[in-house]
């Protein structure tokens, strides 16, 4: 059955005959409060630009992989006067006078995190999973140790050892890779690989995978050469929360995570670990990496951890899966090769190269039809493929009836140029029926 998007979803209303502008055509949302409305009168440029930035939301598809339409709860502690507060530090410890009330919110941000995926603790300040990461590094490294990781072009992160990141540059990576026959991590290389460089630790993570990682072999590997596991499950955190995925806790030494993406809360961080590492991880984020948290991000982590403790997420968790395994179904009907096979997760990645087309190419034809997508390496090859989640669209109400709708635009856009506009013309009908919020923005 369909699950409930954010916010109960009426009848969208009748478009609009005529836009002059995006500030002119549209009243301020109900789920951006009366903060908008002050935003509206003071400075009406940048408010015809949100206004804009939410019409493109609310009239295309979204399926970029990291992306979600967050609670109208969560938009409203973005939008409160914690974001006044400065607050080095940590509850009960911070290098600035006021903290009592932010302090609180840190300690139930931190002790809904631990109690959502059964952590001894939880780090609710970083800024990105990025800072996440780096913060990990920080408390387990040193410059110039060896890390073994999924290389990038076969789905690491830049933070997984890109030269033209910090991690690539501070610490001598070493890249492992999936099976060129089966698309999946090659395991027996993991542990040759580990033998071969004796890392300090391995990461277990990437952009692009679309099924489950076996933590425990990871685990395994890790201590027959005596290294740490850091996961980083930025992409399945979301789905670990609803219980529609293995969770990587009782495995890794820490966990990295974004609180955005399946997750639906604010763009920022999260770490976990074990209680003997929290100290390490804790002075790793501040002083190490960063500065004063941003409590009101920490309050909007805090509303979607308690959002993600409900059955109703769970629920939307597990239709996510099964909308992204119903819109591989759907692509490969269309002739789209589906790496992997399939999905376990709200991710798929897929191959237009039967369709005789590049990937620029097709997400630039997927684009004019307002069908949003990222494109990705299609390891261990160089071709390139497109990348996408179901994350949103589930959100906005969306289930498998639709992901067969979804299937066959994106099967027509890509087919050739002079389509995209009938194409587009479907897509908004069917996004409009599903506004990601009370009302049609």
């Not at 995978?209 to 930025?234: K, M, N």
Request: hydrophobic share 45%; proline share 7%.
């Amino acid at each position: 059955m369909p699950v409930s998007p954010v916010s109960p979803v009426g009848p969208a209303p009748a478009r609009a005959a005529a836009r002059p502008s995006a500030a002119a055509a549209h009243p301020p949302h109900p789920a951006w409060g009366h903060g908008f409305e002050v935003l509206l009168r003071e400075d009406p440029e940048l408010a015809g630009l949100l206004l804009g930035e939410a019409e493109r939301q609310a009239t295309g598809l979204q399926l970029v992989a990291a992306e979600n339409f967050t609670s109208p709860a969560v938009l409203a502690a973005l939008g409160s006067p914690l974001t006044n507060k400065y607050a080095e530090g940590y509850p009960g410890a911070r290098h600035h006078g006021g903290c009592e009330l932010v302090d609180l919110a840190e300690r139930i941000a931190v002790e809904r995190a631990k109690g959502l995926f059964d952590a001894e603790h939880a780090n609710v300040q970083p800024h990105s999973g990025t800072a996440a990461v780096l913060a990990a590094y920080a408390a387990l490294l040193r410059p110039g140790d060896t890390v073994l990781a999924m290389g990038l072009r076969h789905g690491g992160h830049l933070t997984h050892g890109s030269p033209a990141n910090f991690s690539g540059r501070w610490f001598d990576f070493v890249g492992y890779g999936v099976r060129e026959d089966t698309g999946l991590i090659d395991y027996a290389q993991v542990r040759a690989l580990a033998g071969k460089h004796r890392p300090k630790a391995i990461v277990c993570g990437s952009i692009s995978y679309p099924r489950h990682v076996d933590y425990a072999a990871f685990r395994e590997i890790a201590d027959e050469v005596g290294a740490r596991l850091i996961v980083d499950a930025a992409h399945p955190i979301g789905l670990i929360a609803g219980g529609a995925a293995p969770s990587p806790v009782p495995y890794a030494d820490v966990v990295c995570a974004t609180t955005h993406k399946v997750l639906r809360g604010p763009r920022g961080g999260l770490i976990l670990c074990g209680a003997r590492l929290a100290e390490q991880v804790d002075r790793a984020v501040f002083p190490f990496t960063q500065g004063g948290a941003q409590m009101h991000t920490v309050a909007a982590k805090a509303v979607a951890f308690g959002e993600a403790a409900t059955p109703a997420f769970t629920g939307y968790a597990h239709q996510v899966v099964a909308n992204a395994r119903a819109l591989a179904a759907a692509l490969a009907a269309e002739g789209l090769g589906i790496v992997t096979g399939g999905t376990d997760t709200h991710l798929l990645v897929a191959d237009v190269s039967p369709l005789a087309l590049d990937a620029a190419t097709a997400r630039r034809r997927l684009a004019a039809a307002a069908i949003v997508l990222d494109v990705c390496a299609l390891a261990p090859g160089a071709a390139r493929g497109l990348r996408m989640g179901t994350a949103a669209l589930t959100t906005q109400g969306m289930a498998e009836a639709e992901m067969a709708v979804v299937g066959r635009l994106l099967g027509a856009a890509l087919r050739g140029e002079g389509r995209e506009g009938a194409v587009r013309a479907e897509v908004a009908d069917l996004a409009g029926r599903f506004p990601p919020y009370r009302s049609h923005m």
